[in-house]
T-cell receptor
Framework: AQSVAQPEDQVNVAEGNPLTVKCTYS??????LFWYVQYPNRGLQFLLK??????LVKGSYGFEAEFNKSQTSFHLKKPSALVSDSALYFC???????????FGTGTRLLVSP | DVKVTQSSRYLVKRTGEKVFLECVQD?????MFWYRQDPGLGLRLIYF???????EKGDIPEGYSVSREKKERFSLILESASTNQTSMYLC??????????????FGQGTRLTVV
């Protein structure tokens, strides 16, 4: 079965420090991977996606993600965290042959001033 | 600007009521989805539709049904609401065909409480 795992329920980081939110995946065939962010009482907003090509993908709000095929990972990164980055982050994979997305359980990012 | 609109932000319903959650998208997308979001469980797919009048069960369809009479509208129906259906419900849409790399666009969510 195709799935994604987010091993950390919460990540704490100080403002200005780099942040990493982890995601690993399990798929058959080529992976199509996505990151979404959710602010309180809101829907999900698309951040970035990996389809093919460069392993480092750049997205919205200064976020980037590194695709690592050997480690089956797609970690979300940002060089310098902002307090306003505090939110819930979801990793997702598109299921081969279908249009639906399978989501991880989410990681809450808390950036302290 | 792309838009997925859910008819209600907050709903409170009584056990046993029939509940309708409505979702409209203006992007002419073929695919539409209903997810529920619960703490610690992430997003779980209830139903999705890849065309008008077409639907597929997701991972947790029990207790739910859907309707897609028009391309832009996808309704989730709770036939007889129960307290374990208290949750955040998210609608999404995406392009279709062989395009595997398109992202889904989400509505703002409906927080349903069943009392």
């Amino acid at each position: 079965a195709q799935s994604v795992a987010q091993p950390e329920d919460q990540v704490n980081v100080a403002e200005g420090n780099p942040l990493t939110v982890k995601c690993t995946y399990s798929v058959s065939g080529n992976p199509y991977l996505f990151w979404y962010v959710q602010y309180p009482n809101r829907g999900l907003q698309f951040l970035l996606k990996y389809i093919t090509g460069d392993n480092l993908v750049k997205g919205s709000y200064g976020f980037e993600a590194e695709f690592n095929k050997s480690q089956t990972s797609f970690h979300l990164k940002k060089p310098s965290a902002l307090v306003s980055d505090s939110a819930l982050y979801f990793c997702a994979v598109r299921v081969s042959g279908f249009q639906k997305l399978v989501f991880g359980t989410g990681t809450r990012l808390l950036v302290s001033p | 600007d792309v838009k997925v609109t859910q008819s209600s932000r907050y709903l409170v319903k009584r056990t046993g009521e029939k509940v309708f959650l409505e979702c409209v998208q203006d992007m002419d997308h073929e695919n539409m989805f209903w997810y529920r979001q619960d703490p610690g469980l992430g997003l779980r797919l209830i139903y999705f539709s890849y065309d008008v009048k077409m639907k597929e069960k997701g991972d947790i369809p029990e207790g739910y049904s859907v309707s897609r009479e028009k391309k832009e509208r996808f309704s989730l129906i709770l036939e007889s609401a129960s307290t374990n259906q208290t949750s955040m419900y998210l609608c999404a849409s995406s392009e279709t065909g062989t395009v595997m790399n398109t992202e889904a666009f989400f509505g703002q969510g409906t927080r349903l409480t069943v009392v």
